[in-house]
C-alpha cells in the first residue's frame, strides 16, 4: 500500500502573519491603557475635576486613532501581497513538497505562485484561473531573493523554461544567421540552396578573398 504523501502548508509562518501577531500585541496594550484611562476619568470626574477627565478623553481618542490608521497602514499592506501573490517573494518555503512558480503568460505578465511538486516533476496550479500542470524537468531553476527554488513556466509550454537552452539558441542563431543577414550564406555553403553557375562562381570567388583576408590578417 502506497502511502499518501502529507501536504501541510508551504510556508510555516507567512510575513503576514507575523505582522499580524505583532500589531495583535500592541492593540491589546492600547485596548488596556484606554481601560485604565476610563478609570482615571471617572475618577477625575468623582472628585470634580471635569478639566483633566476631558483631557483623558482626549487621549483615549488620539489612541483609537493611531490604532484605526495603523491598522489600515498594516491591512493594506498585507491586502496588496495577497491580492498579487508575493509571498513567494519575501516568505520562506518550509515544505520541501512545494516549489514556486515564476508565470510568463501571453500578455507578457509575470504572477507568482506556490505549487505543490508531485511525481515525475509534475507540478499543480493555475494559469490565468485555469488549472494547469507544468513538468519540471529540472534543467533550470531560479532561485528567489528569499532563497525560495523555482521554476520559470509559460502558458505555451507544458514543462519549465530553460535560461541556458534559451540563450544558447540565441547565439547559435546569432553565429550561424538563420535568422540574419547570414542566412543565406549559411545556407548556400551547406548545400541547402540551389545555385546558378554565376552564383556559384561569385560564392566561391567570395570564400577564397575571405579566406586571404584571414591568412593575411
Known amino acids: 500500500m502506497v502511502e499518501k504523501k502529507k501536504k501541510g502548508r508551504a510556508i510555516r509562518f507567512t510575513c503576514s502573519e507575523t505582522a499580524m501577531i505583532f500589531y ?12 485604565d484611562l476610563v478609570d482615571l476619568h471617572a475618577q477625575a470626574l468623582a472628585l470634580n475635576n471635569p478639566g483633566l477627565a476631558s483631557t483623558f478623553v482626549v487621549i483615549i481618542f488620539f489612541i483609537g486613532f493611531s490604532l484605526f490608521f495603523s491598522f ?5 499592506t498585507n491586502y496588496q501581497i495577497s491580492k ?19 508565470e510568463i503568460n501571453r500578455n507578457k505578465r509575470i504572477k507568482f505562485q506556490v505549487v505543490e511538486t508531485g511525481a515525475m516533476g509534475r507540478t ?12 519540471n524537468d529540472g534543467s533550470c531553476t531560479v532561485t ?13 509550454l507544458s514543462t519549465n523554461l530553460n535560461l541556458d537552452r534559451i540563450m544558447g539558441k540565441i547565439l547559435i542563431k546569432k553565429h550561424f544567421g ?21 552564383e556559384k562562381k561569385q560564392h566561391k570567388n567570395d570564400e577564397k578573398k575571405t579566406a586571404e583576408a584571414v591568412s593575411h590578417g
Open 24 to 35: 495583535m500585541v500592541g492593540f491589546i496594550v492600547a485596548i488596556k491603557a484606554c481601560v
Open 72 to 76: 489600515l497602514a498594516f491591512a493594506f
Open 84 to 102: 498579487y501573490n508575493l509571498n513567494l517573494m519575501i516568505d520562506r518555503i518550509s515544505n520541501p513538497n512545494f516549489i514556486g512558480w515564476i
Open 124 to 135: 499543480k496550479g493555475l494559469m490565468d484561473n485555469n488549472l494547469a500542470d507544468v513538468i
Open 144 to 156: 528567489t531573493p528569499c532563497g525560495n527554488q523555482a521554476i520559470l513556466v509559460s502558458d505555451f
Open 178 to 198: 538563420v535568422i540574419g543577414f547570414n542566412a543565406w550564406g549559411w545556407a548556400a555553403k551547406h548545400g541547402k540552396v540551389k545555385l546558378s553557375v554565376k
